[in-house]
């Protein structure tokens, strides 16, 4: 089973950026897609954005032209590049591979990181 080790959270104003990273464990990291989740308060956990193996991203509307997910498959990392920041953003985020065309999650859920935005 995958495991997942997510970093790079923390309080930002608005206006700003995080880099947040995920580490990966096992050598099957490179076969399956990945995605980034946040779950706010009250909230469900939503997937914000995806890649697949190959590269290909995938996005939700609301962080679209704002947030950049990319992949080393060498080093078994995935990373989310976050700019523009809003309050609306802040959350707990996590990482987790899944499944295509079920979008079932394969890895068992980190403690997740937590970005906060405000001024």
């Known amino acids: 089973q995958v495991q997942l080790v997510e970093s790079g959270g923390g309080l930002v104003q608005p206006g700003g950026s995080l880099r947040l990273s995920c580490a990966a464990s096992?050598?099957?990291?490179?076969?399956?897609?990945m995605g980034w989740y946040r779950q706010a308060p009250g909230k469900q956990r939503e997937l914000v954005a995806a890649?697949?193996?190959?590269?290909?991203?995938n996005y939700v509307d609301s962080v679209k032209g704002r947030f950049t997910i990319s992949r080393d498959n060498a080093k078994n990392t995935m990373y989310l590049q976050m700019n523009s920041l809003k309050p609306e953003d802040t959350a707990v985020y996590y990482c987790?591979?899944?499944?295509?065309?079920?979008?079932?999650?394969?890895?068992?859920w980190g403690q997740g990181t937590q970005v906060t935005v405000s001024s």
């Open positions: 987790n591979a899944f499944t295509i065309p079920t979008m079932s999650v394969v890895g068992s």
């Open positions: 096992g050598s099957i990291f490179s076969i399956y897609a």
């Open positions: 890649i697949t193996s190959g590269g290909t991203a």
